[in-house]
């Protein structure tokens, strides 16, 4: 059976247009999507059951059991971090946030590492943003700055920039110039019209100096700003201000590297200049497929995007303090859920060695780093797969996920609503 | 050699992320891009184990000739192996050094560990999947 406009569930783009082949309830043949999207959805590899740790090894266990096990892990913790949800429908998301306030723990996205230091930054100065179908139809000029697009969103140049014909530009190969901004020379540089190398560390100053420069201030740069010559700095500041309409796309590595929020402010305030002589926008490229539905989510119920912690009885936010890394740093949670994520494989070491430490249950389908760390793993269905539920694209446009095949397993809500009711009744309440 | 080490995805190490336990996996996310002269000063060919140490950690790692990163510095796939070297410091923003910790290399004998083998070192319980 052919399945048309299929959303492919992997990384923020949520392309919306794959078509699927489904033959005995398996995925077979996987067209239009990107070799990252194809691969998740074709050969998924799951746990068949919940498997809980016993002694040196793992035995096989029901869910009756696991949420059982897991509800008494939550009951009898102090400091209990609950973590991941991007890649999950909000529906579950929901869910997760209820059951932190219900047993006063901190709730944290996959976004504290990726963009919370753009969501900082946004807080600060704002997000002159739109949708991507206003880049793909309007925009002449895409900046890609710290990103890597062929690599991490490999459709985004297809569907929206560099190749997607638009409205307002017909021949988008011509009519579009793209820059590309990197420490390194990476695979979307040799697409750019205009590749600009900053050394290691060196955005914030490179930013700054665009930003004089688009002020009518160039006699204050230097010939050379961070590995960047002040010739080519006029360049790009006049290939900007003579645009229609720019988009700056920018991803980790402004928020990874140092200045990190401030690197994202002063991008975020380029564009406030750039937006005096024409149009021009800012977005992050959101990673995982709902990383961006987590912050709609949390920010719905608590009014804080990430990093959510209920110990005081109310929603209270401070990143730095309340952040999963900072908090497994310090050794200060005594149990963790995981949902539909891998910390142990993008946590650094000494976070992931206090996890090692303490009951962590985790919720995923997929055996993964975490795995091998935790004391109890409770597989769900697949957001976009085989359950569904909505999913944030990176510009915030809600989207559907299908349920493609039928498997039988329990999706995340109803195995965390579970979860939930049996904590509630623990409590009594 | 002391070198900064940038992280992030790459095509082969996201097309296996959902299978960490796979050989595909553990072969794209523990490899070291460096660039050839880097390589000549360590006196290391292609293909060499080479070990990484940083503030959280070390890890060994396979060297891969690339022209794509500068002298001085590394790129290596997100993931479990990259992530043995960083430590938790966020500087009061929650987000650590991902991209801009800096690495003591040296070239090694050592074997590459699997996935399960860095969990294991860490207090985990290795799953046979």
């Given at each position: 059976m052919l399945i048309k406009d299929v959303v492919c569930p992997f990384c923020g783009c949520l392309c919306d247009d794959?078509?699927?082949?489904?033959?005995?309830?398996?995925?077979?043949?996987?067209?239009?999507?990107?070799?990252?999207?194809?691969?998740?959805?074709?050969?998924d590899d799951r746990l068949k059951a919940p498997i809980r740790r016993d002694g040196k090894g793992w035995i096989e266990t029901t869910y009756d059991a696991a949420i059982e096990e897991a509800?008494?892990?939550?009951?009898?913790?102090?400091?209990?971090?609950?973590?991941?949800?991007?890649?999950?429908?909000?529906?579950?998301?929901?869910?997760?946030?209820?059951?932190?306030?219900?047993?006063?723990?901190?709730?944290?996205?996959?976004?504290?590492?990726?963009?919370?230091?753009?969501?900082?930054?946004?807080?600060?100065?704002?997000?002159?943003?739109?949708?991507?179908?206003?880049?793909k139809n309007r925009a002449d000029l895409i900046i890609y700055w710290g990103c890597n697009p062929i690599d991490a969103h490999p459709r985004h140049m297809s569907r929206y920039t560099t190749y997607a014909t638009g409205f307002f530009v017909k021949?988008?190969?011509?009519?579009?110039?793209?820059?590309?901004?990197?420490?390194?020379?990476?695979?979307?540089?040799?697409?750019?019209?205009?590749?600009?190398?900053?050394?290691?560390?060196?955005?914030?100053?490179?930013?700054s100096a665009l930003r004089a420069i688009v002020r009518g201030r160039g006699d204050v740069v230097p010939p050379s700003v961070s590995g960047v010559s002040r010739e080519q700095l006029v360049r790009v500041a006049e290939m900007c201000k003579n645009a229609k309409f720019g988009a700056i796309f920018f991803g980790l590595g402004l928020t990874m590297t140092a200045g990190k929020n401030k690197n994202v402010r002063n991008a975020i305030e380029l564009t406030d200049e750039l937006n005096r002589h024409t149009k021009f926008i800012i977005s992050p490229m959101r990673g995982h497929g709902n990383v961006y539905g987590t912050n709609e989510v949390f920010t719905w119920i608590t009014g804080y995007p990430y990093a959510v912690d209920f110990s005081r009885g109310i929603a209270f936010y401070n990143p730095g303090e309340t952040t999963?890394?900072?908090?497994?740093?310090?050794?200060?949670?005594?149990?963790?859920?995981?949902?539909?994520?891998?910390?142990?494989?993008?946590?650094?070491?000494?976070?992931?060695?206090?996890?090692?430490?303490?009951p962590v249950v985790q919720i995923d389908p997929h055996p993964n780093a975490t795995t091998h760390i935790c004391r109890l793993q409770i597989p769900g269905s697949v957001a976009g797969i085989d359950a569904a539920g909505t999913a944030y694209r990176m510009d915030g446009v809600p989207i559907r996920l299908k349920a493609i095949i039928e498997t039988g397993v329990p999706n995340d809500t109803e195995i965390l609503q579970r979860l939930y009711n049996r904590v509630r009744e623990a409590k009594g309440e | 050699m002391k070198v900064m080490m940038n992280t992030g995805r790459t095509v082969p190490q996201g097309e296996s992320v959902e299978r960490k336990h796979s050989p595909e996996y553990e072969s794209a996310a523990s490899v070291c891009f460096i660039h050839p002269v880097d390589m000549m000063v360590l006196?290391?060919?292609?293909?060499?184990?080479i070990r990484l140490s940083g503030s959280g950690g070390s890890v060994v790692l396979t060297a891969v000739a690339s022209e794509t990163v500068e002298q001085g510095s590394v790129f290596v796939p997100l993931g479990p192996f990259s992530n043995h070297i960083v430590s938790g410091e966020t500087h009061c923003t929650g987000m650590p050094d991902f991209k801009s910790t800096m690495v003591e290399i040296i070239p090694t004998e050592d074997p590459v560990p699997s996935v399960a083998e860095l969990m294991e070192a860490l207090g985990g319980v290795r799953y046979a999947h």
């Open positions: 794959l078509d699927v082949e489904v033959e005995n309830g398996r995925i077979i043949r996987v067209d239009n999507a990107c070799t990252l999207g194809s691969k998740t959805m074709v050969g509800a008494q892990i939550l009951l009898d913790a102090d400091r209990p971090l609950l973590y991941g949800w991007s890649r999950t429908h909000g529906e579950a998301q929901g869910i997760g946030v209820h059951l932190a306030e219900l047993i006063g723990g901190v709730v944290d996205n996959t976004s504290t590492v990726c963009h919370g230091p753009s969501i900082l930054a946004i807080q600060e100065v704002g997000h002159p943003g739109c949708t991507l179908g206003q880049v021949d988008a190969h011509r009519d579009r110039k793209v820059i590309v901004v990197d420490t390194r020379r990476n695979e979307s540089a040799d697409v750019a019209t205009e590749f600009v190398q900053v050394e290691p560390g060196g955005d914030y100053a490179v930013l999963a890394i900072d908090i497994l740093r310090r050794g200060e949670c005594d149990a963790c859920l995981v949902v539909a994520s891998d910390p142990a494989a993008h946590f650094p070491k000494p976070c992931v060695e206090h996890l090692a430490r303490i | 006196g290391i060919e292609d293909g060499a184990h």
